[in-house]
């Protein structure tokens, strides 16, 4: 069958610190794969997205890992703060039709970020 | 607008009664997808728009649902015969082919 998984635990870090989130999926061959953050109450945000092609991105603090082969991708906040805490998704992409994309997302994993 | 807009921001129903959903994306995206998201769980996919026509509906869970698209704009996502189980966040996102998919702040559903 078809999953995404991430780390099911919610992650406590101190502030300052690498907070580094897991996205492991079965079953899936996606051509893109985004990171996705959500606030409660609110809609999810797009972070960062990689493509199939690509091991690393980066963008500011965040950093995504993607490897096919074991199909997990990585996300990594380094110096971490409060403001951080909220839940991350991952979702995987394809293309659909000539102008759209289907994602399939993650149950998401809370990220609480201490001072 | 400036972003995607979804009303009403809480819906409170019956057992039994039809909801009625909108979503406004944004002005220009030619993509509109529909999800749901149940409490602790991910998004899960419903619907999909591209223009008025839906290519993709396979995340439909039962007749009770439906959705439409006018003027390539404005989505409705209508749920006849409310159930309990059907109590989630209704999440609305557009894109357009250079795009990710923008997500509007969501509707919560109670049925009672």
């Known amino acids: 069958s078809q999953k995404i998984e991430q780390n099911s635990e919610a992650l406590n870090i101190q502030e300052g610190k690498t907070a580094t989130l897991t996205c492991n999926y079965t079953n899936y061959s996606p051509a893109y794969l985004q990171w996705y953050r959500q606030d409660p109450g609110r809609g999810p945000v797009f972070l960062l997205l990689i493509r199939e092609n690509e091991k690393e991105k980066r963008k500011e603090r965040l950093k995504v890992t993607f490897d096919t082969t074991l199909k997990q991708s990585l996300f990594h906040i380094t110096a971490s703060q409060p403001a951080d805490s909220a839940t991350y998704l991952c979702a995987l992409e394809w293309r659909v039709g000539e102008y759209g994309n289907k994602l399939v997302f993650g149950a998401g994993t809370i990220l609480r970020v201490k001072s | 607008g400036a972003g995607v807009s979804q009303s009403p921001s809480n819906k409170v129903t019956e057992k039994g009664k039809d909801v009625e959903l909108r979503c406004d994306p944004i002005?220009?995206?030619?993509?509109l997808y529909w999800y749901r998201q149940s409490l602790g769980q991910g998004l899960e996919f419903l619907i999909y728009f591209q223009g008025n026509s839906a290519p993709d509906k396979s995340g439909l869970p039962s007749d009770r649902f439906s959705a439409e698209r006018t003027g390539g704009s404005v989505s409705t996502l209508t749920i006849q015969r409310t159930q309990q189980e059907d109590s989630a966040v209704y999440l609305c996102?557009?894109?357009?082919?250079?795009?990710?998919?923008?997500f509007g702040p969501g509707t919560r559903l109670t049925v009672l």
């Open positions: 996102a557009s894109s357009s082919p250079s795009t990710t998919q923008y």
């Open positions: 002005s220009g995206h030619t993509a």
